[in-house]
């Protein structure tokens, strides 16, 4: 079975979880945290985002969900 890029990236970061905050470094710069916030205010980010203390973040796996929808082959 093939893995995408977004699932290797998933089995590399050594948490269940990325706070907003951390999505730059998830994405190798490609997501920001601002864009990430706008685009929760408009219901398009990732799928049950919650808040932990001050930090809002996203299950791993919905993040990868989240990329794979928006990525497109050119």
Not at 4 to 9: D, K, L, Q
Not at 37 to 55: I, Y
């Amino acid at each position: 079975m093939n893995r995408t890029i977004f699932e290797e990236m998933a089995e590399r970061w050594p948490s269940p979880i990325v706070s907003r905050t951390e999505i730059k470094h998830f994405t190798g710069g490609v997501i920001t945290e601002k864009y990430l916030a706008n685009l929760d205010s408009l219901g398009k980010g990732p799928a049950n985002r919650f808040r932990l203390g001050r930090k809002v973040c996203y299950p791993v796996a919905e993040v990868v969900r989240w990329l794979e929808a928006r990525a497109t082959k050119i």
